[in-house]
């Protein structure tokens, strides 16, 4: 039996768990359909379990990590939704898929998917989400590490590199020189 190993930590105070930035077997456990309470929209939560290439990942407590995303319901060309259906399914979606039969389809399925620190805009750590456009089908996944030179690592997408705030552009020492 492979060994598990922990590459996740929980932090206390509601904070967002922390994982290891890195390519992960995402398979999907749940979806749950909620709707928010203050403007009544409904939202997806998709509950992953995450698998490092050891076995699932394990949360603080020893239990395996329920690795959550949030999306919209909609699964047209630029939602969210849609690139996590097709890594799950395998394929792209066409105009004959349903949205109704779609759950059941994907409910159980893997994928690949690239785990990254999410930096909030004052500067401060946010969690660890997926990386935009890096959902992976396990074909196409197998298919690029089998093409990949030896030693180099795959990767669908660049690493996300963490924004800077503006420099502040001071205060004109003269009123002369304010622009108006």
Known sequence: MAERTVAVTFKTGGEAPYVEEGWYKATL???????????????????FGLDGGGGPLLDGRG?????????????????????IV????????????????LPELVLNQSCYVKIADFYRDDGEFGGSRPV?????SIAKWEA???????????????????????PSPGEPEELEAIPF
């Open 29 to 47: 456990n749940q979806l749950e359909e909620r709707t928010a309470k203050e403007a009544g929209n409904v939202y997806v939560t998709w509950h």
């Open 132 to 136: 935009k456009g890096s959902w992976t």
């Open 63 to 83: 239990f395996d990590l329920d690795f959550w995303v949030f999306t919209s319901q909609s699964i047209g060309p630029k939602s969210n939704a849609r690139p």
């Open 86 to 101: 097709e890594a799950l399914l395998g394929r792209s979606l066409t105009n004959d898929d349903s949205g109704e039969d």
């Open 144 to 166: 690029q590490q089998r093409t990949a030179p030896r030693g180099r690592p795959v990767a669908a997408t660049a690493p996300p590199t963490r924004r800077q705030p503006a």
